[in-house]
């Protein structure tokens, strides 16, 4: 499975981006995450859905602002992100799981895309 993410930007603070990733293969059956690195830091947990339309699990700080959706049919996994804050700054990452649980830790997940940055000023 290949992985492509896009839709980021640089926006200010309290202001919106839509994060997609697009996947070369089914993904209905894949638990599909987002992760975070910021410059100096590790790569950080922000979101994930389990297969199918299951469940959604998110990180505190994101909680209420972002919101992880998927179309099986598109193959594409999405990211609504609002009230963007300027300690959101990062390199964006999709990740795919075939176990497909939303799973919270990097080590799961076999797929990855190769990022899009976001830049949040403040």
């Known amino acids: 499975v290949q992985l492509q993410a896009s839709g980021g930007g640089s926006v200010q603070a309290g202001g919106s981006l839509r994060l997609s990733c697009a996947a070369s293969?089914?993904?209905?059956?894949?638990?599909m995450g987002w992760f975070r690195q910021a410059p100096g830091k590790e790569r950080e947990f922000v979101a994930a859905?389990?297969?199918?339309?299951?469940?959604?699990t998110y990180t505190d700080s994101t909680k209420g602002r972002f919101t992880i959706s998927r179309d099986n049919a598109k193959n594409t996994v999405y990211l609504q992100m609002n009230s963007l804050k300027p300690e959101d700054t990062a390199v964006y990452y999709c990740?795919?799981?075939?176990?497909?649980?939303?799973?919270?830790?990097?080590?799961?997940?076999?797929?990855w895309g190769q990022g899009t940055q976001v830049t949040v000023s403040s």
């Open positions: 293969a089914r993904i209905f059956s894949y638990g």
């Open positions: 859905i389990s297969r199918s339309v299951g469940s959604s």
């Open positions: 990740a795919a799981d075939s176990q497909g649980y939303n799973t919270v830790i990097a080590g799961p997940y076999e797929y």
